[in-house]
């Protein structure tokens, strides 16, 4: 069927396997295709949901916050940017 939408391919390798034959006893009327997208959809779920996770992009995102716009560090960089007329 003609979309716009980015396609995705997936090998059902073992570990695909297990996790769709999981699938099908709690979506046993799905065909394969809806699996998949039912078991992403559960996992992105679960990975939003999970504080360690949550924790992880937040932490990830600062990094590059950080990396991006470098903030003065040491003690005295107030006064530093004081002397140049930075609060002005």
């Not at 997936?10 to 570990?15: A, G, I, M, S, W």
């Not at 504080?51 to 990094?63: C, F, I, K, N, S």
């Not at 950080?66 to 903030?71: E, F, I, K, L, S």
């Amino acid at each position: 069927m003609p979309t716009t939408l980015h396609r995705h391919q997936v090998t059902e390798t073992e570990e695909v396997h297990a996790a769709l034959e999981v699938a099908r006893t709690v979506w046993p009327d799905d065909p394969p295709a809806k699996l998949l997208t039912r078991l992403a959809l559960v996992g992105a779920d679960r990975l939003t949901s999970d504080p360690t996770t949550r924790g992880e992009v937040r932490r990830r995102a600062l990094a590059e916050l950080r990396a991006a716009h470098p903030w003065p560090q040491g003690s005295g960089w107030l006064e530093a940017m004081r002397e140049q007329d930075w609060a002005e």
